[in-house]
């Protein structure tokens, strides 16, 4: 799916063709499928083609199960004329991707080590220094979601917040994660855009519903931005909520919120009116609830109240 038409083709050719070059009589060839079809049972799961041993070790099955069968896997090519068409089409594709490639592979490499830089300097927490060499690796790693989430990250650490935002907006084409949507909801959080920042905190949380950290954004949004009742429900979300892990960070998100809940339920805003029409309202369903009580003691008279909510 990632490499789209043209990759899953080649795929499904390579696929075809090793099951043409199936020969029960050879004892050494089932033990080559068998590791192509433990490759192809752990991407079911997991991310193989990421990791550059295992893909040498396919390429090493595919040309084993090549020599053992040479002639049944030119058995799609019925003559010389086919042979020599299909060899000259590879041939003329490898020319293609070199001459695109090698050119191109020193820029690569360079932009490769300044972002390692970048990432080396962003870890000592001088932004300036490694928005720099970010801005060095961008032409080449353009399309790199991770390089862009790492890039729009320092941005905002160094308050870059419009540019932070072109950047990250551009990951998104690329990839999503969790780490991309706080980070962008805190960029529109300093940009004062507090619908945004809430939807994309939200985002994050979808993602990944165990996580605290993103209800923890959310709750200083409402905290800092005097959006009590949210702020209060989310606190009770936070405190209520199973945590997976337990960790210091964990413990120390559910001491925050503790202060948050607090602060509000003290100021006993889940029941303060809203607008003049609301509080008369209030007004008029609490007077009934004021009724005189006779007090034996030293002849005084108290109000007895009863609370009506």
Known sequence: TEKGVVGTVILLTVITLIILSINHKQSYQKVIIAGLIAVGGFSMFGYPSEILMIKAVVVVLLVSLCSLQAKSMLKIAQSRKNVFVLTSLGLLLTSLTAYKSVPSLKQTYMAYVSWKDASDIYNVSAYPESIEDFKQAYP??????????????????????????????????????????????????????????????????????????????????????????????????????????????????????????????????????????????????????????????????????????
Request: hydrophobic fraction near 35%; glycine fraction near 4%; charge should be positive.
């Open 140 to 309: 080449i790693n353009k399309n790199n979601g991770e390089f862009l989430i790492q890039y729009g990250k320092a941005l905002e650490m160094n308050k870059d917040y419009a540019e932070a935002q072109t950047i990250l907006q551009q990951a998104k084409v690329d990839l999503n994660n969790t780490i991309l949507y706080s980070t962008l909801g805190n960029v529109y959080k300093e940009l004062a855009q507090v619908a945004e920042a809430e939807k994309m905190y939200d985002k994050a949380s979808e993602m990944c519903p165990s996580r605290l950290y993103p209800l923890y954004l959310l709750v200083k949004l409402y905290d800092e931005n005097n959006l009590n009742h949210k702020a209060l429900d989310m606190a009770n979300r936070i405190l209520t909520k199973e945590e997976k892990v337990p960790s210091k960070a964990v413990t120390e998100i559910k001491e925050e919120a503790t202060i948050i809940k607090n602060k509000y339920e003290s100021s006993s805003i889940n029941i303060k009116p809203k607008g003049k029409k609301q509080e008369a309202s209030m007004r008029k369903q609490t007077t009934p609830c004021l009724t005189p009580l006779s007090n034996a003691m030293k002849g005084g008279v108290a109000t007895k109240i009863i609370i009506c909510f």
